[in-house]
């Protein structure tokens, strides 16, 4: 509720098509978003993170989209890295981008970090600002089929030898 306007004004400098899933808030972030210029999709019963950004990421690619930016919401993000993950998607057409933090907050974010790193090569799977391309999710179908935070489309796509592009952001 109180950082839901700034960061969709700020986000939607870059990108214009802004898909926000209300996974049923509780405050005042159903009102505040029906007043903003995007596509908001109510879940009907809470589907937790992974699974409310699937059903956006399946919404952006029924609408065509060829990539889609996922975005956190809090405010951790800035909407000035859009930018660069623009540039590199309209330069390489990787498979993914993905955001790498400078602070990682929770100590699973350090074992996870490590894990990725040794095994595929990047740094911050558990950042929300992310890219996907259509063909590598619609491939897969899915984020998760268990708990794992929708690292386990990338972490199977990445072993079958998807491509990435690591981008530092604020």
């Known amino acids: 509720e109180t950082t839901i306007k700034d960061v969709i004004n700020e986000a939607s400098q870059y990108i214009k098509n802004i898909i926000v899933v209300n996974d049923c808030s509780s405050d005042n972030s159903k009102k505040i978003l029906r007043k903003l210029p995007i596509t908001l999709i109510n879940n009907d019963k809470n ?3 992974a699974k409310s ?3 956006g990421i399946k919404i952006a690619f029924q609408k065509n989209a060829d990539y889609v930016i996922t975005f956190d919401a809090d ?4 909407g000035k890295d859009i930018s660069k993950f623009i540039s590199i998607i309209d330069k390489y057409k990787p498979d993914f981008v993905f955001g790498k933090r400078s602070i990682r907050n ?16 990047f740094s ?7 890219a996907m391309k259509r063909e590598v999710f619609l491939t897969y179908g899915y984020l998760e089929k268990h708990y794992t935070i929708g690292l ?17 952001i604020s």
Do not use: T
């Open 47 to 49: 589907l937790g993170y």
């Open 53 to 55: 950004l699937e059903k």
């Open 75 to 78: 405010g951790q993000h800035q």
């Open 106 to 121: 929770r100590f699973m974010e350090h074992i996870w970090s490590y894990y990725a790193k040794r095994k595929y090569g």
């Open 124 to 130: 911050d799977p558990l950042c929300g600002f992310k």
């Open 152 to 168: 386990e489309m990338i972490f199977s796509e990445l072993k079958k030898g998807a491509n990435f592009k690591e981008v530092n």
